[in-house]
T-cell receptor, first 114, second 116 residues
């Protein structure tokens, strides 16, 4: 089965510092990988996706992610964190079964302090 | 961008009653919609996949008679929680894809269900 893992429950970073939220994947075949952000009691907002092509994917709100096949990772990054980036971040992989639904990681809570 | 609207955003109901949650794709036709359930501080768990005009496909462990899913049109899917119990209290989120080949899913804002 296609799956992703987010090893960190929480990431703390000071405003203005770079941030990284980690994600590793386990798939058969080529992975379709996604990052979503969730604010309290809200649905998910799409940040970016990797399907094919350049390993560095640029997304919304200044976020980017690097696809690393040798390390089976797809870490989310931002050069300079904002307090408003504080939210819950989910890595996801498209499931080749279940009608191509998304399988989500457990989520990582990002806290950016002033 | 594509917009998925979910209604209601919050609902409180009594044990034993049924609750219907609607998921609408506002500016595109969604041949496939997905229903997820999210427990506090946990990830989203896929409950079922619904394709327009056909029966939903439920994930293992999800009671299809309890969670009724209808996808009667290309812009509307509904999830009905029947005979609700307090343990059904959760955050339910729908998502929709434009076409079967489209890789990006758009999510509704979620519904907070509380069963008292």
């Amino acid at each position: 089965a296609q799956s992703v893992a987010q090893p960190e429950d929480q990431v703390n970073v000071a405003e203005g510092n770079p941030l990284t939220v980690k994600c590793t994947y386990s798939v058969s075949g080529n992975p379709y990988l996604f990052w979503y952000v969730q604010y309290p009691n809200r649905g998910l907002q799409f940040l970016l996706k990797y399907i094919t092509g350049d390993n560095l994917v640029k997304g919304s709100y200044g976020f980017e992610a690097e696809f690393n096949k040798s390390q089976t990772s797809f870490h989310l990054k931002k050069p300079s964190a904002l307090v408003s980036d504080s939210a819950l971040y989910f890595c996801a992989v498209r499931d080749t079964q279940s009608g191509y639904a998304l399988n989500f990681g457990k989520g990582t809570s990002l806290l950016v302090t002033p | 961008g594509a917009v998925v609207s979910q209604h209601p955003s919050r609902v409180i109901c009594k044990s034993g009653t049924s609750v219907k949650i609607e998921c609408r794709s506002l500016d595109f036709q969604a041949t496939t919609m997905f229903w997820y359930r999210q427990f506090p501080k946990q990830s989203l768990m896929l409950m079922a996949t619904s394709n327009e005009g056909s029966k939903a496909t439920y994930e293992q462990g999800v009671e299809k008679d309890k969670f009724l899913i209808n996808h009667a049109s290309l812009t509307l899917s509904t999830l009905t929680v029947t005979s609700a119990h307090p343990e059904d209290s959760s955050f339910y989120i729908c998502s929709a894809r434009k076409t079967p080949s489209n890789t990006e899913a758009f999510f509704g804002q979620g519904t907070r269900l509380t069963v008292v």
